[in-house]
């Protein structure tokens, strides 16, 4: 039912995906909530789109920064208090 003065709903297409593209990414998303039905429907689409639209020398970095351990993690301050530690004790 159409109602003068008011558009439907268009679902947003940041990255001009085709027709054939966009059926290809409903059964990617649905395949992938039947594997993992813990996962949001919102980090399932951003990993789509993010390996679809991204060079694998993109997502090999990706995945090498985060092998990497964090700045502040629990491992590198414990780390940066005994090297403190030693410094102190040369002094």
Same mark, same amino acid.
């Given at each position: ?23 290809? !990414?409903?059964?990617?998303? !649905?395949? @992938? ?12 689409? @951003?990993?789509?789109? @993010?390996?679809?639209? =991204? ?5 090999? !970095?990706?995945? *090498? ?5 964090? *700045?502040? =993690? ?9 090297? !403190? ?7």
């Amino acid at each position: 039912m159409e109602i003068e003065g008011y558009e439907r709903k268009k679902h947003e297409n940041h990255f001009n995906y085709t027709d054939d593209q966009l059926q290809e !990414k409903r059964l990617a998303l !649905k395949t @992938m909530k039947e594997l993992y039905p813990d996962v949001s429907s919102y980090y399932a689409e @951003m990993v789509y789109d @993010m390996c679809k639209n =991204s060079s694998e020398e993109e997502i090999e !970095k990706i995945i *090498k920064k985060s092998s990497e351990p964090f *700045k502040y =993690s629990k491992q590198n301050l414990e780390k940066e208090k005994e090297e !403190k530690e030693k410094e102190i004790e040369i002094k």
